[in-house]
């Protein structure tokens, strides 16, 4: 038995003995295989071998191109989520094309981005085509969505001007970027762009790609489109525009704002002058067939002042904008808008603004304005963004944040009634404070005592308002009276928050009580129609109805709209509208009162009379207007009680005439005059009737005749600026003091 267990066990190790010398003799036959094979595989590469400047340029270029594959790999990677967001539910983000109706069912323009299928490519005219390829992307056809070659043409032309004079970015990256990015210039940006151009190849036709740019590129003016740019630059359709107005079209996808020809038609001609000579080099024309584009250049036609409610149309379009993406029309992005606004206002008010500015603009050193019209409850019927929307498209009305000196303490005087700390028979005493090293005085530094709270804000008292900021934090327990300001100050801006100031920080300074945060027109405007309909807040708002393409119902403000919220107690609300209404009977506001309807509002002027204001209503309507510079310049002494009140009173005269009035809620209207009596307008009333609208639209008298004839009669009223008294004069100006934010200074 035990010698069978050792014949076992011994070969056994025989076995693995065996095992093993012939995995040895295999490995080293494999090595001996493998070392033959690399030998003959360097004999073959050394004919390859290079040495010196040769083989530092082949390591150098083997590096690059190493370098270069895993770039584009971790590119890839961090391109995939940003291009899968960007094209995730694109149907759902795709713009809106709107398209704005009046109050009485006209249409008044239209904004967003239409897709004009009506006009398909091949309709389009051949020399706008070829105008936009010359210009834009010559290589169109050619590339897969990046143009190398085109890049390459760029980058060497930009050096040799040593600026850019030539862009890389194809068609393709173009349409990318106006369809997934914004206009913000990054890297990051770029890479997206150059992604998503290559997705839009994969996806679309050259022709399909060719006819959304052209669709949806921003042309100048509010238009996006070669279709709507022809409507509004010249008039007609695009399948008829000649040859210089194709040149002239093409020339504003570089720059619409800046050569836009209703802006600077110099540019515009000359930047198509450029576009011809594209189309010559790119041989898509010969020099003779666009001398006669040359020797006779595009002429837009006028787009003067009055001729498209603009600056409405654009926040109109922002504000329906912001509705559609909360998820109030559903899927809908073609919309009919109609809207409050009034076509009648809106030309009284481009064309008083115009008047008192070529009139008195000069002597008060006053380039600007602004004004807004609206119902009490913020329909808004009017807006001027500016003097000319042609010249510029920045909306003073909505965009630009002033200071609105004496015209904000109507909102601090409506915080401290609420608390319960004040009446209008309320004693108030005009005596100097302080808080710290800040005092504010009043013009003359002279202080007039003790009088009642409507004497204070028809005077516009500036101590009044900082005293009651301190009144309001001490009613909350704080004695120490820097602390109790602070604390009545934020009273003060929750207050005004509710009212409507939202649109900009109302940044806390002790300055604050006399109007030392910034604002917009639009919103003080908001916040004087939430006191003129009894304390609801008075949102402004531009869509009255809103249908679908085909005509369908699927939004009514009436309907649908949340109700709107009572901001201010309607006691305080009274209150402060029977304030108010002693300031264009009985204080800086005069210019301002309306002949027969009863009015309310406050004057304002800020440090170094920078900026102007008169913001005023009456039971049917409420109107914002603002006077100054855009660089914030110094004016010649205006204040609110001037230029600001007498445009308000221009717009508001006009604007009641034949009116069914409405009293102010708090404010009993006057006695009813006698027979034969003065009445608000002597002239025939343009009423707020469709029957009259309908009149000037039918033949009698044409909208823009009525502008015309409005300013040959408005030469004949002088407009002179008068001296500053106590009843125009208000505001406040900061006099810098040792380590204090400002001193305030009435002006009386």
């Not at 076509?343 to 009284?348: C, E, G, S, Y």
């Not at 002597?682 to 009698?700: N, S």
Request: a positive charge.
């Amino acid at each position: 038995m035990e010698f069978r267990r050792k014949t076992i066990w011994t070969r056994l190790k025989q076995f693995a003995l065996g095992a093993d010398a012939a995995l040895d003799a295999s490995l080293h036959a494999a090595g001996r295989s493998a070392a033959e094979r690399y030998e003959r595989f360097r004999s073959v590469m050394n004919r390859f071998s290079a040495s010196g400047p040769t083989r530092l340029l082949n390591e150098v270029a083997s590096e690059a191109m190493t370098v270069g594959i895993a770039g584009l790999i971790v590119l890839a990677a961090l391109a995939q989520a940003s291009v899968r967001e960007a094209t995730e539910n694109f149907a759902s983000k795709q713009p809106l094309a709107v398209t704005f109706l009046d109050r009485y069912g006209s249409e008044i323009g239209k904004r967003g981005i239409r897709q004009d299928d009506s006009v398909k490519l091949e309709q389009l005219p051949d020399h706008l085509v070829k105008a936009a390829l010359a210009t834009e992307d010559r290589r169109f056809y050619d590339h897969f969505g990046i143009d190398f070659i085109g890049l390459a043409r760029a980058m060497t032309v930009n050096a040799r001007a040593s600026g850019v004079v030539q862009g890389g970015s194809t068609i393709t990256q173009q349409l990318a970027k106006n369809l997934f990015l914004s206009n913000q210039r990054s890297l990051d940006r770029k890479i997206k762009e150059a992604f998503l151009a290559i997705w839009l190849e994969q996806r679309l036709s050259k022709d399909e790609i060719l006819k959304l740019y052209l669709d949806r590129a921003y042309m100048g003016g509010g238009a996006f489109g070669v279709g709507a740019a022809a409507e509004y630059y010249f008039g007609k359709s695009v399948k008829e525009l000649s040859l210089a107005e194709s040149a002239m079209l093409a020339g504003l996808f570089k720059a619409p704002t800046r050569f836009a020809p209703h802006v600077n038609l110099p540019a515009a001609r000359a930047r198509a002058s450029d576009v011809l000579s594209n189309m010559v080099e790119a041989k898509f024309l010969t020099a003779g067939q666009v001398d006669g584009a040359r020797r006779n250049p595009a002429t837009p036609v006028d787009r003067g002042r009055g001729s498209m409610p603009d600056y409405y149309l654009d926040w109109a379009f922002d504000s329906v904008t912001r509705m559609a993406d909360a998820g109030l029309f559903g899927s809908e992005r073609v919309l009919i808008v109609k809207t409050p606004h009034d076509p009648a206002i809106q030309a009284k008010a481009d064309q008083a603004v115009e008047q008192i500015l070529r009139q008195s603009g000069p002597d008060y050193g006053a380039s600007q304005a602004a004004t807004v019209t609206m119902d009490v409850d913020g329909g808004v019927r009017a807006m001027v963004g500016g003097r000319d929307y042609g010249a510029s498209q920045f909306n003073r009305a909505t965009d630009a944040a002033r200071q609105p000196g004496s015209s904000y303490k109507p909102f601090v005087y409506t915080a401290a009634l609420a608390q319960g700390l004040f009446k209008p028979s309320s004693i108030v005493t005009d005596a100097p404070v302080c808080i710290g090293n800040w005092c504010p005085n009043n013009y003359g530094r002279s202080y007039a005592g003790s009088m009642p709270l409507t004497v204070a804000m028809a005077k516009s008292i500036n101590t009044i308002p900082v005293r009651m900021s301190i009144q309001m934090g001490k009613a909350l327990g704080e004695s120490h009276e820097a602390r109790a300001a602070a604390l009545g100050r934020k009273r003060i801006i929750d207050m005004s928050r509710r009212m409507g100031l939202v649109s900009t920080p109302l940044t806390d300074s002790v300055a604050l009580p006399i109007g030392a945060a910034e604002v917009t027109v639009l919103d003080m405007t908001s916040g004087y129609a939430t006191l003129a309909n009894g304390g609801r807040a008075a949102k402004p708002y531009a869509a009255s109805e809103v249908y679908a393409s085909n005509g369908s119902l699927i939004w009514r403000r009436d309907r649908d709209a949340p109700k709107a919220e009572q901001v201010v107690p309607a006691s305080v609300a009274l209150d402060m509208n029977f304030i108010l209404s002693k300031v264009p009977t009985e204080g800086t506001g005069r210019r301002a009162a309306l002949e027969g309807v009863v009015s309310a509002g406050k004057t304002g002027t800020t440090n170094g009379y920078k900026d102007a204001w008169y913001i005023g209503y009456t039971g049917n309507l409420v109107t914002g207007v603002w006077f100054g510079n855009d660089d914030s310049s110094e004016t010649n002494n205006m204040t609110g009680g001037s230029l600001p009140a007498m445009t308000f009173k221009e717009i508001m005269a006009f604007a009641h005439a034949g009116l069914d009035l409405k009293p102010i809620p708090g404010v009993t209207p006057p006695e009813a005059k006698p027979a034969g009596a003065p009445v608000a307008a002597a002239r025939e009333p343009l009423t707020d009737t469709p029957e009259r609208l309908q009149q000037l639209r039918a033949g009698h008298l044409s909208r823009r005749s009525f502008e015309v004839i409005s300013s040959v009669e408005g030469l004949f009223r002088s407009v002179q600026p008068q001296p500053l008294d106590v009843s125009q004069a208000d505001g406040f100006r900061l006099s810098p003091v040792s380590e204090s934010p400002g001193r305030i200074t009435e002006l009386r």
